[in-house]
């Protein structure tokens, strides 16, 4: 049972009774992490089926839930540096806009976000630290199997909506990158500015002289980005606002999952950079 079928036997009100702060949350501790229906007093235990069996479960809640996709994702991990593992790093270094170290490490070298990435056959080094994050290793990893046939970008630049398949992503780009970035800049545009340099950010010329700053933000090699920044106008009580532009191209070098966490990381990144 997922849990959006699990929360009508709840009674969505978010009382907290459960020790959840909302309905939704305390079905997804249930039905993903193992916790206990019983804890919620509203609920008629003699409608589940045996899944909720309260003698088989488990107490872990939403740490299981968490612990199920960190799992997930270093499964992951290993399949994509499975894929990986069969290229022939020299060949296709020119192609994803990578230098090749040679035979003795035989490794992939290119930045990330402003880092020096070395990715091998045997595993990925940011800034020569051995890489924590799944979500970074996945998606360098999924970089470098999916781009190698990838054309180099012609920076004609387009929005994720004009981008195939893209209408469950567009919302997710917006809160998880856009909004985020204006939001943390807002009436700061000279600290956005002043940061842009450590994630290998250029500032651009104004394309439309309306947007308070404009940069072209080289995430991958072959993934650039243009983010355009307008500050917030109060007198005319226009809020800050962001915009993330592609290349018309992208989908050569990942897809669009890849891409809108891509965009994420670079949005995480400016943000601890600007506190």
């Given at each position: 049972?997922?849990?959006?079928?699990f929360?009508?036997?709840?009674?969505?009100?978010?009382c907290?009774?459960?020790?959840?702060?909302?309905?939704?949350?305390?079905?997804?501790?249930?039905?993903k992490g193992?916790?206990?229906p019983?804890k919620?007093?509203?609920?008629?235990?003699?409608?589940?089926g045996?899944?909720?069996?309260?003698q088989?479960?488990?107490?872990?809640?939403?740490?299981?839930?968490?612990?199920?996709?960190d799992?997930?994702?270093l499964?992951?991990?290993?399949?994509?540096?499975?894929?990986?593992?069969?290229?022939n790093?020299?060949?296709?270094?020119?192609s994803?806009?990578c230098?090749?170290?040679g035979l003795?490490k035989?490794?992939?070298?290119?930045?990330?976000l402003?880092?020096?990435?070395?990715?091998?056959?045997?595993?990925?080094l940011?800034?020569g630290?051995?890489?924590?994050?799944p979500?970074?290793?996945?998606?360098?990893?999924?970089?470098?199997h999916?781009?190698?046939?990838?054309?180099?970008?012609?920076?004609?630049?387009?929005?994720?909506?004009?981008?195939?398949?893209?209408i469950?992503?567009i919302?997710?780009?917006?809160?998880?990158?856009?909004?985020?970035?204006?939001?943390?800049f807002?009436g700061r545009?000279?600290?956005?500015?002043?940061?842009?340099?450590?994630?290998?950010?250029?500032?651009?010329?104004?394309?439309?002289?309306?947007?308070?700053a404009a940069?072209l933000?080289?995430?991958?090699?072959?993934?650039?980005?243009?983010?355009?920044?307008?500050?917030?106008?109060?007198?005319?009580?226009?809020?800050?606002?962001?915009?993330?532009?592609?290349?018309?191209?992208?989908?050569g070098?990942?897809?669009?999952?890849?891409?809108?966490f891509?965009?994420?990381r670079?949005?995480?990144?400016?943000?601890?950079?600007?506190?």
């Open positions: 049972m997922q849990p959006l079928e929360i009508k036997f709840t009674p969505r009100t978010n907290g009774e459960c020790g959840y702060a909302a309905c939704l949350a305390f079905a997804a501790a249930v039905t193992g916790e206990k019983g919620c007093p509203y609920i008629d235990q003699s409608l589940l045996d899944e909720f069996d309260t088989e479960r488990g107490k872990d809640g939403l740490q299981g839930v968490a612990k199920l996709l799992e997930k994702d499964a992951l991990v290993a399949h994509l540096k499975e894929k990986t593992s069969d290229i790093f020299s060949e296709v270094a020119e994803v806009g230098k090749w170290s003795e035989d490794c992939l070298c290119f930045r990330f402003g880092q020096d990435v070395e990715l091998s056959h045997t595993g990925i940011i800034d630290k051995k890489a924590e994050d979500r970074d290793q996945i998606l360098l990893y999924n970089y470098i999916f781009g190698a046939g990838g054309r180099e970008p012609e920076q004609e630049w387009i929005g994720m909506e004009s981008l195939p398949n893209s469950s992503k919302r997710t780009l917006r809160v998880y990158c856009e909004e985020r970035l204006a939001t943390h807002t545009p000279e600290i956005l500015k002043k940061r842009a340099p450590v994630l290998d950010a250029a500032l651009q010329e104004n394309p439309d002289q309306s947007c308070t940069f933000v080289p995430v991958l090699p072959r993934l650039p980005l243009f983010v355009l920044f307008w500050d917030e106008e109060k007198e005319d009580n226009f809020p800050a606002k962001v915009k993330v532009l592609f290349d018309k191209d992208v989908l070098f990942l897809d669009i999952e890849s891409l809108v891509a965009s994420e670079m949005a995480e990144r400016w943000v601890e950079l600007g506190k």
